[in-house]
């Protein structure tokens, strides 16, 4: 596969494959989600602490505050949200391998 | 300690060498020198991105940020991690997938032309170098202060010419398990201090907990579990906003990290790396928590601070060597460590305060180790944006034998590490913990929204990506020279971090340049950089 020049029509008529128009949207309705997601739970925290500073720092359980709970579980977010993309890119993996196959058979030269 | 420390110290340096010799003859040509032969498997790949992100800003400027303001010096570690989903999600496949050498490959695969590249490859130089100097500064007043004897300008010297050593003649391969082992011994000295504190409150978190929510400082107790130790008065919220956003973003855009992985040889390695380098990064900030508390509790902001004000008496040390046995004794014998910087002692003031001075020793080589494993890293970023990019790519476009380009790649990597060098050593007395920050500002407002861009929307064009990286650029550069760090009192941008400014700029100005151009060129190539960067088709192998 190394050195693989196909032509821009070929490329364009790859881009528009409906298996490749798939595999795209099934990576982006995962990826533009946890996205916006992540970087929403992550902004929280220290717009929280900017704006609502009495609120973080209630006490909420053992005596440790709002904000405290929050920052741990933020690396408990990221480590989630990193299994869950592990696991679904494993499809993707397999979608994009097939692609590959088929577009070396197609256009070898 | 200083004996032991620097023994330990020299046992890494061997090691490194011996690795270098080994790697040298694996790193005559480009592939070789840039990528080691995209042979690094994803779990080597994992834990040296950890060993190239894990700096001695973290280890010991995150455990003494946590010492002295506790929750707020947290924020730093949460931002830290949390970068990496915008790695995984959105850029490490697609790096891995399309990019050859270079940051600037990336953004240029279909922006072609030798504007973008060009500023591209000079953002890059400009987060490298910024970065590079606050390390080497760094170590330079570590060892002067762990080894009197030896002086900031000799220890920055020293560290620039062993780095030098293992990129020059080792390439990506040897700075790659540099850098693994790196992250080994300072994932092994947190672990055993962190244990330490643990043991100190017979591993109840309760009794820790408690200790932490009233460290005693300077005659009272504060609570260093609540926020806003750090960021405080009226604009410390906006502070705390701006940091938050460059720290999350720019770890997309810095070069040293995400050049490593073009190492790996497919996108599914890519992903292995960021999820082991998640797991270990984690892991570690985790016990930087644990380690600035434990600073904070138990070794004291009072003795930390104390060690602070006789910066005067070293000083004196130093012009007046002939006294500095008996001098440096006295000192001693009221129990300092002969300190130069603010917090950043906390790490090997807590190892010898828990486990004495072997514990201290170690905990001291591995702070060495880190800077040198880092700043090998960002060498060889600076050394590629350089030979690759400017040289190979605009001055000789594209011509030219692999003799020629990995005689330009080490040229390079020798003025990048003398530029390095000289400008630490200039600096070497100012306060340079802000580089870090300003890194990172920058690279979150040039790399990042270029690379996001061109990487998503297919209108997305030259001009858009000129002005987007020129306006970060700029806006991020302009607001810390006006900033409290460098103006202090009179200050005309009230923020410390530019961020919150200059990262929606750089987007902005990003979009704002497209909307008023069309690229026709950019916008044909974008089916096949789509194709590539999904599937891995025609990508390096």
Not at chain 2, 349 to 370: I, N, Q, R, S, Y
């Amino acid at each position: 596969m190394q050195h693989h020049q196909l032509t821009a029509s070929e490329w364009d008529a790859l881009a528009n494959d409906p298996e490749f128009v798939a595999l795209l949207r099934a990576r982006r309705r995962f990826i533009v989600p946890s996205t916006i997601f992540f970087l929403l739970f992550y902004l929280a925290l220290p717009v929280g602490i900017a704006f609502a500073p009495a609120f973080m720092n209630r006490p909420v359980f053992e005596s440790l505050s709002v904000a405290n709970l929050f920052g741990f579980t933020q690396f408990v977010m990221a480590w989630v949200l990193l299994g869950l993309y592990m696991r679904e890119a494993r499809t993707f993996d397999e979608r994009a391998r097939k692609l590959v196959a088929r577009a070396a058979a197609e256009f070898t030269r | 300690m200083t004996q032991a420390s620097l023994v330990m110290f020299a046992v890494f340096v061997a090691m490194a060498l011996v690795i270098t010799y080994w790697a040298a003859g694996r790193s005559t040509s480009r592939r070789g020198f840039y990528t080691a032969h995209r042979e690094i498997s994803g779990i080597q790949n994992g834990w040296a991105i950890a060993g190239d992100y894990m700096s001695a800003t973290s280890f010991l400027g995150i455990t003494g940020l946590i010492a002295f303001y506790g929750f707020d010096g947290f924020m730093y570690s949460i931002g830290w991690l949390v970068a990496y989903l915008t790695v995984l999600l959105l850029l490490a496949e697609p790096l891995r997938n399309t990019g050859r050498y270079t940051v600037a490959d990336v953004i240029a695969f279909r922006l072609r032309g030798r504007g973008v590249r060009a500023i591209a490859a000079c953002t890059t130089l400009i987060i490298t170098l910024f970065y590079m100097v606050a390390q080497m500064v760094g170590a330079g007043s570590l060892i002067n202060l762990l080894v009197q004897r030896i002086s900031e300008t000799y220890a920055i010297v020293g560290v620039g010419l062993l780095m030098m050593i293992y990129v020059l003649f080792g390439g990506m391969l040897a700075t790659t398990w540099v850098q693994i082992i790196k992250a080994g011994l300072l994932l092994a000295a947190s672990i055993a201090l962190s244990v330490a504190v643990l043991a100190h409150f017979h591993f109840s978190l309760f009794a820790f907990r408690d200790a932490s929510m009233a460290a005693a400082t300077d005659g009272h107790t504060i609570n260093l579990l609540r926020t806003g130790l750090l960021f405080s008065g009226p604009l410390g919220g906006f502070d705390v906003v701006s940091l938050g956003l460059a720290l999350v973003l720019g770890t997309a855009g810095l070069p040293h990290v995400l050049m490593r992985f073009f190492t790996v040889p497919t996108a599914k390695a890519a992903r292995m790396s960021v999820s082991w380098a998640m797991a270990l990064i984690g892991v570690f900030y985790l016990l930087t928590t644990i380690m600035g508390l434990g600073a904070g509790t138990l070794v004291g902001q009072h003795d930390i601070g104390k060690h602070l004000r006789d910066t005067q008496a070293i000083r004196y040390i130093i012009r007046h060597p002939e006294q500095s046995s008996q001098l440096n004794a006295e000192l001693a014998q009221n129990g300092y460590i002969v300190p130069e910087k603010n917090t950043n002692l906390a790490a090997p003031l807590l190892a010898d305060k828990l486990g004495g001075p072997l514990l201290t020793a170690f905990v001291a080589a591995v702070a060495f180790a880190t800077i040198l494993a880092v700043v090998a890293g960002l060498t060889i970023a600076a050394a590629s944006a350089f030979a690759h990019d400017l040289w190979y790519s605009l001055i000789r476009s594209g011509e030219g034998g692999e003799r020629e380009h990995i005689f330009v790649a080490r040229t390079a990597a020798l003025l990048v590490g003398f530029a390095s060098i000289f400008i630490s050593v200039g600096l070497r007395t100012i306060n340079v913990a802000f580089l870090v920050g300003l890194a990172f500002a920058v690279a979150a407002s040039t790399n990042a929204p270029a690379l996001i861009l061109s990487l998503s929307w297919r209108r997305f064009s030259r001009t858009g990506a000129i002005c987007g990286m020129l306006a970060g650029l700029i806006s991020s550069l302009g607001l810390i020279v006006i900033s409290p760090d460098v103006m202090g009192s009179h200050a005309i941008f009230p923020l410390r971090n530019p961020g919150l400014v200059s990262i929606p700029l750089g987007f902005l100005a990003a979009i704002a340049g497209t909307l008023i151009t069309r690229d026709p060129e950019s916008e044909a190539l974008f089916n096949q950089l789509q194709v590539r960067a999904n599937t891995g088709l025609g990508a390096e192998i």
